[in-house]
């Protein structure tokens, strides 16, 4: 090897080096020790209430429900601490359990990673998990599968506990599939609805489609590095051939683009909603679609060395915050909107993310501030359809007394479902005072008003897009203005403005196990932002993943925040001049544009799915059936038909005549005889 | 001695043995027609033994007319036995072991 060569290599390696952080924990000890109870206790609860039945557990399922997820979050709440008093560089802890696959050359072991990036994820995961559970109690007070449902959220959790636990790619990929079980049975538990049905499936097919990448990846990392284990893999990711890593990084993203939501595996998202409110709530804040989020920041030793990869995930995270934010603005059903939002915000995360270490603090921390205000807007809007429920019983049992009763109990729930129409709401504030004030809470949070966590949040994304490219920070830029006119839409719609309900509707405030959580993330949408107040998220972050190298910026960060307030601002006020001044119309008017026509139709998402790929998949499997029909079959069939037909021909030489026979034998005697002397003359 | 008139009598003989089995539907003319011809092939063989100046043809001409008296003995039962069910001695209405 010439010196030129290994100089290189020399030069490329002190570039990397600083920038990403190798993973070397040390055993746990102390309350660390404990680790395993965070997934054991859930995972627990969910298995007693599965395996017990419903009828059972149904009397104590919820209380051990909630039970098992606030202990987990006692227990990471001492982690956290615990964690916190170390040194900034010996905050990587892990802990062996066993060893779950031993094969050959094969070793996956079933231990658990606890680092910062963990660490918040638990702190999450189960604080605003054990809110919802605690939400839920009151929400499916009068759901007679109740105790089942608290079977699933604790999976639910349990598995996404695993995914931010594990310290192999093996494990994760355990929990990505937990989690993909847990929310095809949560978003299908009305299953009665053919139209819940059909979203559950819809969501599990196309997170399969990027579980695919999540196997493939996990294959590929252990066919380059010969193990799954982060620590291994990113001690020696730097040697790794460039076409190796940049594969890693786009089978990884193809995962997380189907547990985010990102496009083009968005479709699910939306659809999703027709599971109950606090699941929408779930996976919007806590669980699952943050899962693509953790798998991107965890990969940073690999996407850190792949350019390719990494502008990949700026331009899925650009995309999908413009995507998810357009179709925002035209929906009517509450819970679309913010699954529109939803969308959006996780654009924007894996935007930060794709910025490489400079991105992965902010991308985080954009992941909590929404976690918290996300799941205040989801549990907030389930209490206005609770509120409608409750007044559709109290009608049904005036209306139509005792034939109304019992049929109450199917018809309460078509008629919640078609509630959730904003057209049909307005002037809510006064109807349900304390939900108004926590969704307010969240609101402000989400436009990014200053002050807010959102503000922090997003100016710091936003900021990072400007570092990075003009054109992905305007995308940003603007996907930050149609935030702010949606959600401003859709704060007019619900709480101001006329009533515009349905007859017989009397909503009126919830009762207080459901307010109280609403009240808590309310709370913390305000003050989360005080994480990113003297930058200690980045801090925090820091040993994982890796020294953040500031981009060099145009202007001053306050001049940044003034145009992102100013473009709020405007959003804002065109929401204000569209929707708060004239009245909203209960039917939505047809006569729209194209823009509104499309983002009512999900940007056609589904369709450019149905043609795409259903499609040609459906014409594909169509010709390989009159393949088998005609082609194998058909030289089966023709094999047995030929021999068929040639039997039916010699067998028309059995005449049953002796002389036939006789002429025949004759014959052969003189092909014998004739053979003979022709052998013998020649 | 010149075999020659001996096996053109066998090859007549043989030939109108084999014409008569083949044109003929009563079963006792095709069986006493069958019997012209193994005689025929006798006649070659004994002529052939005699060319040669040996008795290999003279022990297979004796085998033959061995054969061909157990044959007799077996065809004839066959003949009576169908004549008997059939009321008919001939050969293609025993025409059922077929396609």
């Given amino acids: ?682 | 001695m010149d075999p020659t008139p001996f096996l053109a009598l066998s090859a007549i003989l043989f030939t109108i043995g084999c014409i008569g089995v083949l044109t003929r539907r009563n079963a006792i003319v095709v069986f006493m027609c069958v019997e012209l011809m193994l005689n025929a092939s006798n006649l070659a063989l004994v002529t052939f033994s005699r060319v040669h100046g040996n008795l290999d043809g003279q022990v297979g001409a004796f085998f033959v007319m061995v054969v061909a008296a157990a044959e007799v003995v077996v065809g004839l039962a066959i003949i009576m036995t169908i004549f008997r069910t059939r009321r008919s001695a001939s050969v293609d209405d025993a025409s059922l072991l077929k396609y």
């Fill in chain 1, 1 to 682: 090897m010439s010196v030129t060569s290994s100089a290189l290599i020399l030069l490329s390696e002190e570039a990397h080096e600083g920038t990403v952080p190798v993973i070397d924990p040390t055993a746990a000890d102390g309350v660390l020790s404990l680790l395993w109870l965070i997934i054991a206790l859930p995972a627990l609860g969910a298995a007693v209430i599965l395996v017990a039945g419903g009828t059972r557990t149904r009397a104590w399922a919820h209380l051990l429900g909630c039970a098992t997820v606030l202990a987990s979050f006692v227990i990471s709440l001492l982690a956290f601490f615990a964690l916190l008093g170390r040194d900034a560089d010996d905050r990587s802890v892990s802990q062996f359990l066993y060893t779950w696959v031993d094969a050959g050359g094969f070793t996956a072991d079933m231990s658990l990673l606890y680092d910062p990036l963990s660490a918040v994820f638990l702190l999450l995961i189960t604080g605003v998990g054990g809110l919802i559970h605690v939400y839920s109690v009151g929400y499916m007070a009068h759901d007679e599968r109740r105790a089942r449902f608290f079977g699933y959220l604790n999976l639910f959790v349990a598995a996404m506990l695993l995914l931010v636990l594990a310290d192999n790619y093996l494990g994760v990929f355990l929990g990505w599939e937990g989690v993909g079980l847990a929310s095809y049975l949560l978003i299908g538990f009305w299953q009665h609805k053919p139209s819940a049905a059909v979203a559950a499936k819809k969501a599990f097919v196309v997170n399969r489609v990027g579980d695919i990448g999540m196997a493939l990846g996990t294959m590929l990392a252990f066919a380059t590095f010969g193990t799954t284990a982060f620590a291994g893999i990113s001690a020696v990711a730097g040697e790794a051939e460039q076409a190796t890593l940049t594969a890693l990084g786009l089978l990884f993203l193809l995962a997380a683009c189907g547990k985010s939501a990102q496009v083009p595996l968005q479709s699910w998202l939306l659809d999703a909603m027709e599971g109950p409110t606090p699941v929408s709530a779930l996976i919007h804040a806590a669980t699952m679609v943050t899962a693509g989020v953790y798998l991107v920041v965890r990969s940073n030793f690999i996407y850190d060395y792949t350019e390719v990869a990494q502008t990949a995930v700026v331009i899925v995270g650009v995309v999908t915050l413009l995507w998810g934010a357009i179709i925002g603005c035209a929906k009517d059903d509450i819970k679309k909107v913010l699954a529109g939002s939803t969308m959006s915000q996780i654009g924007y995360m894996m935007l930060a993310a794709g910025f490489g270490p400079f991105g992965y603090a902010f991308a985080i921390f954009h992941l909590l501030a929404h976690g918290f205000f996300k799941a205040n807007m989801f549990l907030a809007v389930g209490l206005g359809p609770a509120g409608y429920v409750a007044g559709l019983a109290h009608l049904y049992a005036h209306g139509f007394f005792k034939a109304g009763l019992f049929l109450g109990a199917g018809s309460v729930m078509h008629a919640m479902n078609d509630q959730v129409d904003m057209r049909h709401y307005g002037a809510l504030q006064k109807a349900v005072p304390v939900t108004f004030l926590t969704f307010s809470m969240g609101y402000l949070a989400i436009i990014g008003f200053p002050g807010f966590s959102g503000f922090w949040s997003k100016d710091r994304i936003i900021e990072a897009a400007f570092g990075e490219n003009l054109v992905i920070g305007l995308a940003a830029l603007v996907g930050a203005g149609i935030t702010a006119f949606y959600m401003t839409r859709l704060m007019l719609m619900t709480f101001f403005g006329k009533k515009r309900w349905e007859e017989g509707v009397h909503p009126h405030e919830s009762p207080k196990i459901m307010t109280v959580p609403l009240i808590v993330l309310a709370a913390l949408s305000v003050f989360g932002g005080l994480l990113v107040l003297g930058d200690w998220i980045v801090d925090w972050l820091d040993p994982v993943v890796g020294v953040t190298q500031h981009h060099e910026l145009a202007f001053s960060p306050i001049v940044y925040s003034l145009i992102i307030t100013v473009v709020v601002a405007v959003g804002v006020a065109i929401a204000w001049l569209t929707v708060g001044k004239s009245e909203v119309p209960r039917v939505a008017p047809t006569n729209v544009s194209f823009v509104t026509r499309a983002a009512r139709a999900d940007l056609y998402g589904d369709a450019l799915n149905e043609e795409l790929l259903m499609r040609p998949g459906d014409r594909f499997v169509t010709g390989l059936i009159a393949f088998d029909d005609r082609g194998v079959d058909g030289a089966v069939d023709g094999t047995g038909a030929a021999f068929a037909g040639m039997s039916a021909r010699f067998r028309r030489l059995q005449t049953g005549y002796v002389r036939s026979y006789a002429l025949s034998v004759l014959g052969g005697s003189l092909l014998v005889v004739v053979a003979l002397l022709a052998v013998n003359l020649t």
